[in-house]
């Protein structure tokens, strides 16, 4: 089963900053199948990018994923207010077929 | 706009089965697309639970799979989650989803239900 990290588990930073995220996989992932999910306190978590550098529908472009393999990244070019919570990524894995999450970074202001 | 709302029980005894519902509006689960579980235990992160399509094929996460069980109802436009034998690490949120057939990511959620173990 793959386990998905990311890093760091937290991040301060302020508005108006580039954040980047990392989740790296235990083992090969393909890239259609890597998604990204922002999770705001109380809240259901919102789709953001998939197939690795997709964005969702009416997400900002200062979203963006990059990466393949086994390393991924999610950058927010410019960091708004509304940015800050936690951030998952999400993988498919067909043998077996298992979807998994990372544990999560929180986005913090600095 | 594709909206999901979860409905069950707040409340469930230690060893007992864990039931939800998940009624699906603007769009037909027949149509096609997968409709998945996810839960959330407090303060923690997200752990898939199951998937199911139209066609009532399912798969379920290994570390759960002796207790789970998931069905579809078309005809009501509808999917459920059966959790059996709960103990108290089992209290979440519990989500439900649509899954992307093609990107295998959960493009629409529901709001979500806690659902507590506890005698």
């Known amino acids: 089963e793959i386990v998905l990290t990311q890093s760091p588990g937290t991040l301060s930073l302020s508005p108006g900053e580039r954040a980047t995220l990392s989740c790296r996989a235990s083992?090969?992932?393909?890239?259609?199948?890597l998604a990204w999910y922002q999770q705001k306190p109380g809240q259901a978590p919102r789709l953001l990018i998939y197939g690795a550098s997709s964005r969702a529908t009416g997400i900002p472009d200062r979203f963006s994923g990059s990466g393949s393999g086994t390393d991924f990244t999610l950058t927010i070019s410019r960091l708004e207010p509304e940015d800050f919570a936690v951030y998952y990524c999400q993988q498919y894995g067909s043998s077996p077929p298992v979807y998994t999450f990372g544990q999560g970074t929180k986005l913090e202001i600095k | 706009q594709v909206q999901l709302q979860e409905s069950g029980p707040g409340l469930v005894k230690p060893s007992e089965t864990l039931s939800l519902t998940c009624a699906v509006s603007?769009?037909?689960?027949?149509?096609?697309?997968?409709w998945g579980w996810i839960r959330q235990p407090p303060g923690k992160g997200l752990e898939w639970i199951a998937n199911?399509?139209?066609?009532?094929?399912?798969s379920y996460n290994p570390s759960l799979k002796s207790r789970v069980t998931i069905s579809v109802d078309t005809s009501k436009n509808q999917f459920s989650l059966k959790l059996s034998s709960v103990t108290a690490a089992d209290t979440a949120v519990y989500y439900c989803?649509?899954?992307?057939?093609?990107?295998?990511?959960?493009?629409?959620w529901g709001q979500g239900t806690l659902v507590t173990v506890s005698s």
């Open positions: 199911i399509n139209h066609s009532g094929s399912t």
């Open positions: 989803a649509r899954c992307n057939w093609n990107y295998r990511h959960f493009d629409f």
């Open positions: 083992q090969s992932v393909s890239s259609s199948y």
């Open positions: 603007g769009y037909s689960i027949s149509s096609g697309y997968s």
